[in-house]
């Protein structure tokens, strides 16, 4: 039996001078979020960020139980 335990989004900031990107974690969300709404993070965190800084993309990471 398959069984979906959580979603997470993590939101992709790149920073000045920082070669990797950091990921600020939201780690309790619904169940297969609309697309458009996950893009929407991007609109909300933006405005959130050090001047130099930008949001650049959203990941959405599901784990999901299977039992025999």
């Known amino acids: 039996m398959k069984t ?11 920073e000045p001078d920082q070669k990797n990107l950091t990921k600020q974690s939201l780690n309790y969300c619904i169940k297969d979020p609309a697309e458009a709404k996950v893009i929407s993070m991007i609109d909300i965190w933006a405005p959130l960020l ?17 039992v025999k």
């Open 4 to 14: 979906h335990l959580e979603t997470g989004l993590g939101i992709m900031i790149q």
């Open 50 to 66: 050090p001047e130099d800084s930008d949001v650049m993309s959203v990941v959405e990471t599901t784990k999901t139980e299977y």
